[in-house]
């Protein structure tokens, strides 16, 4: 079609709105104030009718459909027209209705002086219809009537002549499950043309092809808002620049929507302008605020819309014009530092060790513990729950194992960090209110993982909401948020729908009787597994044992060390010199860290008595070789009694803490009576050799009923075998095991490392093994209560060199000599419960230890028992003779130079 030129009386302005193919609203120049805008309907055309949605706010409102070509002829014109600068007339106006009727142009991009008259465009085009009729055509209606002829004649737009049904679009104007169709869409762009724009942050628009009428809220921020008051409307402030705003850059633009949450029936998401995220652009002026409840769920992520917020209120521009913030200039000397973790305070704090030796105890920002649930509801009352009282006698609430999640969430961090470097970035520091000391609240991250984040995924912990005006947060709290919005999504932790986990614990602390009761279960189950919740001294802990589900006080045995201080009925006592060293140690070494306890005994108050082990070292002994605590008399009965007089002796010697002002007593010369060494041998068979000159043997008396009972245990297996993978192994339990020669055999479940490793001891023999599931089976009943056969013994008067590689030589030469042979023993000396015996070769008659010492492969250990002179110095004639012929361990001279002393011989 031709352009024609500008008619001379016209009015400009920017087409706002296209509201089908035959009226458009037009906003005209401003001249302060809002620019004015107008709707004018094309003359002497009808365009097909747009479809409609029934208006629930109006009696007998129903919904319509498109006309055909409705839809077509709205977006040419919304194509041609939206956003440009225009120029119109208005020929005349309605009586009645007000309508103005009229031309619009569109100037030629190349000579805006040529005009392209619009409603001669959409008529050549086909797809409305001119009003024929008057008495007197006028020349610009008889154009239209040939631009109409001719489209008919090419068929095209409504004048195709095809089906009705063709340009009719199929609306959703609702979605039944909008949450579904959110997800259905997985985050991706979806091609949009906004139809309405109620605020700066609300719009609506069509998804296209697809047609749905979606409300879409901008994500993650808010604008000022029209509020209603009854008929009238009030404007917040700058609510009118917002929607102005949104409205000029959008209105009918074609964009990206990414849809992204739901609110009521409303959808969340992001609409992408062509030059980036409205709601960045939007924050940017000053015209919108960041909103937490829905930040978290922007796909791009929040910080631009952070840092967009932030700049606002810096130039305070806007809403902002009265901006004051209360964030804190933190006057800390380091707000990034390292530290390791010593201790994981319920589910939001840590207590960490500095690089400088300083304790500090942080919180982890913006995040809130889980807390303890109201109590049970039962019954009802006029319809409603109502909560049952709290009786008097009832339990007292241990919040780590009563709150929901708390343990779960403590566990968390205990596993993860205890022991651990970590690094800390300080957030904001909480002043002291309402009775609760000052907090400093930080970020923790170790390799890179954000620990409060990670609590929050997990559904562990919640997060904290502010106020609008509050700065105080953690610096990742967009990123908390998001992580929270995906664990509510996921039904994680505290907002699953299940029933929560309930942990009951018996606490033994204080309660004797109780105490009492599981003696018995922790002294069979030898070493047994435990958390240390608590150190109250450097030998005296508090543990959470999980098999037994129970809270114990344990005491460690065998030693003594210095009192804290404490106020008792004869009232207050000062500590003593360093039991705060000692507890510190322990703490560090020990709290909150898996370990294993074996249980000996109990004390009148229910404290339980034993040996505690971290990662294999015997804190008793640990304590005793740092000088932190003396040997107990007890211990002398313990198999660890050398190994801590050793410790003892050596920290004497050195002075070390309790031992700094330690002068040996004048020795005394007492005069034994001489007694007899007494022998009693016994005929037994080795059937193990230990790493220490210990060895496991079997008496062979006992040796035809042994037999008759394996007989009758293996008999039982095979009349009935156990079935593979039916016996679920335990540490400590006592079971059946297949070794490698295909038979049963009694064993002990010392260590589960998974399902095909797991760690047996053989009873009877001695030996320890490997093995998988499908080897193991309950032991039949009745096969419990037999006495297990292999004894421990040690080689008596002899002791291993220190050197490796003699060391292994020499434990060779001892496994090669006695393994599966049988001698005569006689038990010599005891150490504790661990018994020390002499090993005679039945035939020959020769001293096994003796032997090994004269070979050069050991070292006579000096005894000062009078009844062992005898064979002491038999030995160290035999150590001597060794050592003159160079052998083995004396083929490089002697060894014992620089300990001489230690082994009784003058240079």
């Not at 968390?412 to 800390?424: A, M, Q, S, T, Y």
């Not at 009078?866 to 035999?878: D, G, H, P, T």
Request: glycine share 6%; aromatic share 8%.
């Amino acid at each position: 079609m031709a352009a024609q030129q500008t008619p001379q009386n016209f009015m400009r302005g920017v087409v706002k709105q296209v509201l089908s193919g035959d009226a458009v609203i037009i906003r005209g120049q401003p001249k302060g104030g809002p620019p004015p805008e107008r709707q004018i309907c094309l003359s002497n055309i009808t365009a097909p009718k747009m479809a409609r949605k029934a208006n629930p706010n109006i009696e007998n409102s129903v919904q319509t459909q498109d006309e055909p070509y409705a839809w077509e002829a709205r977006e040419y014109l919304r194509k041609k027209l939206i956003g440009k600068d225009v120029k119109f007339t208005v020929e005349y106006t309605a009586p009645g209705s007000g309508r103005a009727y009229g031309c619009v142009y569109l100037p030629s991009a190349k000579d805006p002086n040529v005009m392209e008259n619009v409603t001669e465009s959409i008529v050549a085009e086909g797809l409305v219809e001119v009003r024929r009729g008057g008495i007197k055509p006028s020349d610009d209606q008889n154009q239209l009537n040939v631009l109409e002829d001719t489209a008919k004649a090419s068929k095209k737009g409504k004048w195709a002549g095809g089906p009705s049904s063709n340009g009719i679009r199929d609306i959703k104007w609702s979605v039944d499950n909008p949450r579904n169709f959110v997800d259905g869409l997985h985050g991706k762009e979806q091609n949009a043309v906004i139809e309405h724009v109620r605020d700066g942050c609300t719009v609506r628009a069509f998804l296209v092809p697809s047609f749905h009428h979606v409300t879409v809220m901008l994500s993650g921020i808010k604008c000022p808002m029209f509020r209603r008051d009854g008929d009238a409307e009030t404007e917040e402030p700058f609510a009118g620049e917002a929607k102005y705003f949104t409205e000029s850059r959008l209105l009918q633009r074609d964009v990206k929507i990414i849809l992204e949450g739901v609110s009521n029936q409303n959808y969340l998401g992001s609409v992408m302008h062509p030059k980036g995220n409205i709601a960045e652009f939007l924050l940017g002026e000053g015209l919108a605020r960041c909103v937490d409840w829905s930040i978290a769920t922007v796909t791009s992520g929040a910080d631009k819309l952070r840092a967009a917020e932030k700049k606002a209120k810096e130039k305070k521009l806007r809403i902002w014009k009265d901006y004051k913030s209360n964030a804190v200039v933190l006057d800390i000397a380091e707000k990034t530092y390292t530290g390791k973790v010593v201790e994981v305070i319920n589910a939001d704090a840590l207590v960490l060790k500095t690089a400088v030796g300083d304790y500090r105890k942080v919180t982890l920002s913006s995040i809130r513990p889980p807390r303890l649930s109201q109590a049970p509801k039962e019954g009802k009352e006029d319809g409603k729950e109502v909560e049952q009282p709290r009786q008097q006698n009832e339990r007292r609430v241990r919040p780590l194992y009563d709150v929901p999640y708390m343990f779960e969430a403590r566990e968390f961090l205990r596993k993860k960090l205890i022991g651990k470097k970590v690094n800390v970035s300080v957030d904001y520091i909480k002043p002291a209110s309402d009775g609760y000391p000052e907090k400093t609240c930080v970020t923790v991250t170790i390799g890179g993982i954000n620990l409060a984040e990670a609590l929050v995924s997990k559904g562990l912990v919640t997060v904290i909401r502010y106020r609008q005006d509050d700065d105080q947060r953690s610096a990742h709290y967009d990123a908390l948020l998001t992580a929270e919005t995906r664990a509510i999504k996921n039904g994680k932790g505290v907002h699953s729908k299940k029933e929560y986990p309930i942990h009951r614990i018996a606490d033994t602390s204080g309660e004797p009787q109780k105490a009492k009761q599981f003696l018995p279960f922790l002294q069979r189950a030898g070493r047994s597994s435990a958390i240390v919740e608590f150190v109250a001294s450097g030998s005296r802990v508090r543990l959470f044992l999980p098999k037994e589900t129970c809270l114990i006080t344990f005491l460690l045995a065998g030693i003594t060390c210095p009192k804290m201080a404490r106020t008792g009925p004869g009232g207050p006592t000062e500590s003593e010199p360093y039991s705060e060293e000692a507890l510190q140690y322990t703490k560090e070494l020990c709290l909150q860290r898996e370990v294993e306890v074996e249980v000996e005994s109990i004390d009148k108050a229910g404290n339980f008595i034993g040996w505690l082990f971290v990662e294999g070292v015997n804190l008793s002994v640990s304590l005793v070789e740092q000088g932190l605590s003396k040997m107990h008399f007890t211990a002398e009965r313990s198999n660890y009694a050398r190994v801590i007089q050793s410790a003892e002796e050596k920290t004497k010697e050195a002075k070390l803490k309790i031992w700094e002002r330690f002068e040996e007593p004048k020795t005394t010369v007492v005069v034994e009576e001489t007694t007899e060494r007494k022998t009693n041998y016994k005929h037994i068979v080795v059937t193990e050799i230990g790493k220490e000159l210990d060895f496991f043997a079997q008496l062979i008396d006992s040796g035809p009923q042994f037999e008759k009972f394996m007989e009758q245990l293996r008999a039982e297996l095979a009349a009935a075998p156990p079935l593979p993978g039916s016996f679920t192994p335990k540490t400590g339990d006592l079971c059946v095991a297949k070794f490698v020669d295909g038979e049963w055999y009694r064993a002990k479940v010392e260590k589960v490392h998974n399902k095909d490793k797991i760690t047996v001891f053989f009873v009877d023999y001695g030996n320890r093994e490997v093995v998988s599931l499908a080897q193991l089976g309950a032991m039949p009943p009745g096969y419990h209560t037999q006495q297990p056969q292999a004894h421990h013994f040690y080689l008596a008067c002899t002791m291993l060199p220190k050197d490796e590689e003699f060391r292994q030589d020499a434990l060779d030469s001892f496994s090669h000599e006695v393994l599966n042979k049988q001698f005569l023993y006689n038990m010599e000396y005891r150490v504790g419960t661990t018994e020390y015996v002499s090993l005679i070769n039945p035939d020959s008659k020769e001293d096994m230890g003796k032997a090994l010492v004269s070979d050069g492969f050991l070292l006579a250990e000096q005894r000062r028992e009078k009844r062992l002179q005898k064979m002491v110095n038999e030995y160290s004639a035999a150590q001597q003779s060794a050592l003159k012929a160079h052998l083995n361990l004396w083929r490089y001279g002697d060894i014992t130079d620089d300990d001489a002393r230690e082994f009784g011989f003058q240079s």
